[in-house]
């Protein structure tokens, strides 16, 4: 079978995403159709039955419902869908039940673990190591000596211990850390990096000794604002929060409240409630000292859109030769 690649990702995003594409599919019998609205597809629905979808962005559920309509029929015109990134609450799955039901929904599992991991490594160096105090005294000339916590033998939990959360485990235990991961699923056991993986009903006692929390969790209901002031209030008034999850699984306001008024030391954010984060939030006036800001961009790096049409390729190949798909799939029940 010849299949039809749509391709519904945002207009920003489309020149360089079709510029590797069309490298990869080179040779390929596979035509290519692009869009970021459902109506850039209304041909291809119609004219069909081989459909392979790459999605990111707005358009992408629309998209979804339109060429899935088909969930009463035995053949399914979309054979495969796979998201350029790993997390997929954009897409609301859980209200694309009915429409998916019998589709492999795939994302980019793996390609952003590593640089994500590195980001939460830098910010835990971050504040052990006061850049802000060491950029200051080099602005004003002034020779300054001064202590800095050694990462060796702290204790980091992390909270949401799948494929990112891993990759985490793997480079905090490397460098000497006494690591906790923390995972609905999870039972005592120590995992090959050396990290002690264990359930949600130890998430407590587990944050109440941790010098850095991370969070890594999904956007789901059960997530949202799992972060709060309540979870913060049983962390040290020293650990550090650290997220790279999704923005709603932590109360902004919280958060602020907590940072300002000492119940936590410090917090790395990568992701927000609002994004972009508007520009009236408090915590946009917060110090160096109390927060580290980045702006959804963690999991950004030179190659990303590369390394994530490498993932499709490799799930696509194996559509082709096998008719079915047996990695890197998405569970629309749980929407992660």
């Known amino acids: 079978m010849v299949h039809t690649v749509c391709v519904c990702v945002n207009n920003d995003m489309m020149a360089p995403i079709m510029a590797v594409l069309k490298k990869k599919l080179e040779g390929s019998l596979s035509p290519v159709v692009c869009g970021d609205d459902v109506s850039c597809f209304e041909a291809v629905k119609h004219h069909n ?14 998209a979804i419902k339109d060429l899935c309509d088909d969930y009463n029929e035995n ?3 979309v054979k495969l869908i796979y998201s350029m990134s790993s997390g997929v609450d954009a897409y ?26 590195e980001h939460v490594v830098f910010s835990m160096l971050y504040f052990n190591r006061s850049p802000w105090r060491l950029n200051a005294s080099k602005r004003e000339k002034k020779w300054d000596q001064f202590s800095t916590i050694e990462i060796q033998k702290q204790k980091v939990v992390i909270i949401g211990y799948g494929d990112i959360g891993q990759a985490c485990g793997e480079k905090a235990a490397a460098l000497g850390m006494q690591v906790t ?9 120590v995992d090959k ?9 130890v998430l407590h006692e587990s944050i109440r000794v941790a010098d850095f929390v991370v969070g890594v969790l999904p956007s789901t ?22 997220n790279i999850g999704r923005g709603r699984t932590q109360c902004d306001a919280d958060v602020f409240e907590a940072l300002h008024h000492g119940t936590i030391r410090a917090a790395a954010l990568d992701v927000f409630e609002v994004e972009p984060l508007p520009k009236d ?5 917060l110090p160096d000292s109390k927060l580290l800001l980045t702006a959804h961009s963690a999991n950004l790096k030179d190659d990303t859109i590369e390394c994530s049409l490498g993932a499709f390729m490799k799930i696509f190949g194996e559509l082709r030769a096998h008719s079915r ?6 569970s629309v029940e749980k929407g992660y």
């Open 92 to 117: 609301q799955l859980p209200k694309l039940k009915q429409e998916l039901a019998g589709i492999p929904f795939c994302n980019a599992q793996g390609c952003y673990s590593n640089i994500l991991a």
């Open 221 to 242: 209901e059960e997530t949202t604002h799992f972060f709060n002031a309540d979870l913060f209030a049983k962390m040290k008034p020293t650990a550090v929060f650290i």
């Open 75 to 77: 053949v399914r015109r």
């Open 49 to 62: 039955d081989g459909i392979v979808m790459i999605v990111m962005g707005r358009g992408a559920h629309a």
């Open 281 to 285: 939030s408090p915590l946009w006036d």
């Open 325 to 330: 798909v047996s990695a890197y799939t998405v």
């Open 193 to 201: 990096f050396g990290v002690l993986v264990r359930g949600n009903d």
């Open 181 to 189: 991961g923390i995972r609905r699923s999870g039972a005592d056991k």
